[in-house]
């Protein structure tokens, strides 16, 4: 079983600057790809960014290139996510997602979601 724990959502004005985290712990023997996601009211979940072990990056969105940094630590088993420059379209509830493998074996593959962190820039 993996654990997620997400912390840094928030309200925050526009223009302002948030961090998200999210810890995964567990039997982790290793993990791949780390990403966020995010679902505004009414609409469908959609991924903001995604990092793999190798530190490769791409971000989905145009909209968040530029203002967004996705990072992680391998040494924690956490991401990240830098938000610069907020903007009320922004606001949304974000959700990390992990995926890996654990210490069974032989290992089985997992992809675990988070709680999700509500973040609300206002105008």
């Known amino acids: 079983q993996v654990q997620l724990v997400e912390s840094g959502g928030g309200l925050v004005q526009a223009g302002g600057s948030l961090r998200l985290s999210c810890a995964a712990s567990?039997?982790?023997?290793?993990?791949?790809?780390m990403a966020w996601y995010r679902q505004a009211p009414g609409k469908q979940r959609e991924l903001v960014a995604r990092?793999?072990?190798?530190?490769?990056?791409?971000y989905a969105d145009s909209s968040v290139k530029g203002r967004f940094t996705i990072s992680r630590d391998n040494a924690k088993n956490t991401v990240y996510l830098q938000m610069n420059s907020l903007k009320p379209e922004d606001t949304a509830v974000y959700y990390c997602?992990?995926?890996?493998?654990?210490?069974?074996?032989?290992?089985?593959?997992?992809?675990?979601w988070g709680q999700g962190t509500q973040v609300t820039v206002s105008s």
């Open positions: 567990g039997s982790i023997f290793s993990i791949d790809a």
């Open positions: 990092i793999r072990s190798t530190g490769s990056t791409n």
């Open positions: 997602n992990v995926g890996g493998y654990d210490r069974s074996w032989p290992p089985k593959s997992f992809d675990y």
